[in-house]
């Protein structure tokens, strides 16, 4: 599982390494895959191969009745792309993906278990602000799934 949160920086070619606490648990329990990136409202966000594939499963059942559902799905699986990781431990952000995000130099890597997402350093400063402000009732509605 993916925990902790990181600041790196891109390089111009949209080029970033990704966390070794993060590289570990790619090459532990990923085998050393590659990564698929998609955009989230407000960042990207990172899966391991094995990770998007249970998503893509999942996400295949969606009706297509449903309009709302059938909009995210279209954001967020249009936007998907492979990724792999290089010699080096980094990988190569396409434009489109930078752009949408707001990534232009400064970043920060944030676990979420499975997955980790890409922020601007700026931005994620201020939805962190915005969470602590209002993390009681936030913290409601997790409770529901026994966290």
């Known amino acids: 599982m993916f925990t902790g949160r990181y600041d790196h920086t891109i390089d111009r070619k949209g080029r970033v390494a990704i966390p070794a606490k993060f590289r570990d648990v790619i090459t532990r329990e990923y085998d050393s ?6 955009n989230l409202e407000k960042c990207l966000v990172l899966l391991p ?26 954001f ?13 431990g980094r990988i190569l ?18 676990a979420m278990l499975t997955r ?4 601007d350093k700026g931005r994620f400063q201020q939805e962190l602000k915005k969470t602590g402000s209002n993390f009681a009732s936030i913290a409601g509605a997790v409770e529901k799934y026994g966290v």
């Open 116 to 119: 980790f997402e890409i922020w």
């Open 33 to 38: 895959g590659p990564l698929v990136i998609t």
């Open 49 to 74: 191969l094995r990770e998007w594939s249970r998503t893509q499963e999942r996400a295949s059942q969606i009706p297509l009745s449903n309009a709302e559902a059938q909009d995210w799905l279209r």
């Open 76 to 88: 967020f699986v249009s936007g998907a792309v492979e990724c792999p990781i290089d010699r080096q």
């Open 93 to 110: 952000i396409p434009p489109t993906l930078r752009e949408h995000a707001g990534l232009d130099k400064q970043v920060i890597f944030a």
